[in-house]
């Protein structure tokens, strides 16, 4: 039951993220990050998101932990799960323009939730590549192996390519953030499925 709870959560957090974005006159996805979507009048989504999928990601690592094939790729994806959550309990600051009337581009000081945001956010996008990794080497099964070695790859050079976007101010900003987040919680939602069904182990 616990796998199913994170696939579900990894699945649902995608797929709220784009609703929201895709939905929000002032919110423009190719340039905004994710997190923006916390701020404002409708922020409650995308916060409730960012603790509710967290949760039940943490709940499907549990599941990894116990009944996985690494217990280290189990301490790892819960160490995602929980910084999950603590991406929606400290929020960013207004930025990019976003919500109307925020500062066009990144302001030099920040608050202290939103340094605390940029914590959880690093171990977010370190501790998922870093779990594929892993699973490139403990997964059973040639075709996982290989699927997972390619993937850490481009999710490690996916968070080189944010990190520069992030400070050229890059208009494609949230569409490289993006690029990351799905195919990475698409190989998480895949993983946990795949482990509730008893396949490749």
């Known amino acids: 039951m616990a796998l199913w709870v994170g696939a579900i959560g990894a699945v649902l957090f995608v797929l709220v993220f784009l609703a929201d974005g ?30 509710v999928s967290g949760s039940a990601i943490t709940v499907g690592a549990v599941g990894v932990l116990l009944d996985g094939p690494s217990v280290l790729l189990g301490v790892v994806l819960t160490v995602f799960g929980l ?19 925020a500062p066009a581009g990144i302001p030099e000081e920040h608050s202290a939730q939103h340094r605390l945001h940029d914590f959880a ?14 699973g490139a080497f403990t997964l059973p099964g040639t075709s996982w192996r290989i699927v997972s070695a390619g993937l850490a790859v481009a999710l ?3 968070f080189g390519w944010f990190g520069r976007a992030w400070e050229e101010v890059s ?10 987040v799905i195919p990475g919680w698409g190989w998480l939602a ?12």
């Open 22 to 51: 895709w939905s929000r006159p002032d919110y423009a996805s190719a340039r905004h990050p994710i997190s923006a979507l916390a701020l404002g009048r409708r922020g409650w989504i995308q916060t409730t998101n960012f603790v």
């Open 83 to 101: 910084a999950l959550v603590a991406s929606g309990l400290f929020r960013m600051d207004p930025m990019l323009g976003y919500p109307p009337g």
């Open 121 to 134: 956010g690093a171990v977010v996008f370190l501790s998922l590549p870093l779990a594929v990794a892993i």
């Open 156 to 158: 490690f050079v996916g």
């Open 171 to 180: 208009p494609r900003l949230g569409l490289i953030q993006r690029a990351i």
């Open 190 to 201: 895949a993983l946990f499925t795949a482990q509730a069904l008893g396949l490749g182990w």
